[in-house]
Nanobody
């Protein structure tokens, strides 16, 4: 019914930039907060950045000053613009969104399938 599809991952050199995209589709009535998380094998998934429907943002300490999380409500898409990347940013990045469908009276959390980001020379 609802899908979150990420794109934009890949290999980038240290100091480089990358933009991830996450597009929501399906039986969507409204989207509340959208966010990006990342996970390294063997470690817990951690929040990178989140943006509310009104545009308020919150960033992990590791992301502040380097990442931004713009959002296009008309396209139901959230982005993660990453710059000054370091090998420590290597991880699988997951999109997350709180979505209310036309057949529901409440918001549910949905996840994308993940996209891999590798920062290496």
């Amino acid at each position: 019914q609802v899908q979150l599809v990420e794109s934009g991952g890949g290999l980038v050199q240290p100091g480089g930039s990358l933009r991830l995209s996450c597009a929501a589709s399906g039986n969507i009535f409204r989207i509340n907060a959208m966010g990006w998380y990342r996970q390294v094998p063997g470690k817990q998934r951690e929040l990178v950045a989140v943006i509310t429907s009104g545009g308020d943002t919150n960033y992990a300490a590791s992301a502040k000053g380097r990442f931004t999380i713009p959002r296009d409500n008309a396209k139901k898409t959230v982005y993660l613009q990453m710059s000054s990347l370091s090998p420590e940013d290597t991880a699988d990045y997951y999109c997350n969104a709180a979505i209310r469908t036309f057949s529901s009276s409440s918001y549910d959390t949905y996840w994308g399938q993940g996209t891999q980001v590798t920062v290496s020379s």
